[in-house]
């Protein structure tokens, strides 16, 4: 099974590619269309908050969840809609089979339970590594389509509507999000007596390795063993080390963000 992933600048783009995925015959159960837009309010009204947090996908993705409200708009009709608050991001909308996940067959979920029921559905082929990227364009204002393809055949068709559609690929958003932040990396690492250009690639690594879901709100020193089985000895420059503490500090910072405007909107 093959994922294939396209970032919309709006909803309507979004939707009308979902339309034109289900014309082409993919199957609902491997849709799915991440949106901003839910309310904190509406939210809360759905399930009681839960500050618990579980770990993987849980942690990165956990709070409150809420069960469905309704088709968000015809493109969604028939799917499964779920709302879920996203730390950093803030509340979203999820249609599909991972809204499907996290209301599973009895209602809304909150908490452990709607960590497990994404982590699973995520086990089929959504690189957890990639997280992040999401979570900026849905910061951003943008959407995510998701199809779980069951073959190279049905990963070609996704990826040609959704090209047609105007998605932005997984490669070319990740590239737009380090560039957005590439220049306050640079001061932070050159303050502190690095060379940048010359350290780039093993600092941006290791910022990219403290985002990835299973590492949130780790030490390096927890984390450092694992890390050395998927990057080798790149872990060991000083550089990369200093990238994660910096993609820690970018993860509290979006956290803190995302408080203080759900603060301020209360």
């Keep these: 099974m093959e994922t294939v992933v396209g970032i ?82 803030g509340p979203i909308l999820i249609a599909g089979a991972l809204g499907a996940a ?47 393809a069951d073959n190279e055949e049905m990963a070609e068709r996704v990826r040609k509507v959704l090209k047609l559609a105007g998605a932005e690929s997984v490669d070319a958003a990740r590239e737009s999000w380090w560039l957005g932040i590439r220049d306050a990396e640079e001061l932070e690492y050159e303050g502190a007596g690095g060379n940048f250009k010359q350290d780039e690639t093993s600092y941006r690594q290791g910022f990219q390795a403290a985002l990835s879901s299973r590492r949130r709100g780790r030490t390096f020193s927890d984390t450092e063993r694992e890390m050395h089985r998927q990057y080798g000895e790149v872990c060991s420059a000083r550089a990369f080390r200093a990238g994660y503490e910096r993609g820690q500090a970018y993860l509290r910072a979006n956290n803190k963000a995302q408080s203080a405007r759900g603060s301020s909107g209360r």
């Design 102 to 148: 996290i209301i599973g067959a009895g209602g809304a979920m909150a908490g452990t339970q709607a960590g497990e029921a994404l982590e699973e559905a995520l086990a089929t082929g959504l690189p957890h590594d990639e997280l992040f990227i999401y979570e900026d364009a849905l910061r951003h204002g943008r959407s995510v389509v998701i199809v779980s």
């Design 8 to 89: 919309f600048n709006s909803n309507f783009s979004a939707e009308r590619a979902v339309e034109r995925l289900r014309a082409e015959g993919i199957p609902d159960d491997r849709l799915t269309l991440l949106r901003p837009g839910t309310s904190e309010e509406q939210i809360e009204r759905s399930v009681p908050t839960s500050d618990t947090e579980s770990p993987g996908m849980g942690e990165a993705l956990g709070g409150a969840v809420g069960g469905a409200i309704g088709a968000a708009s015809g493109a969604t009709l028939g799917l499964a809609v779920a709302s879920l608050f996203l730390p950093g991001v």
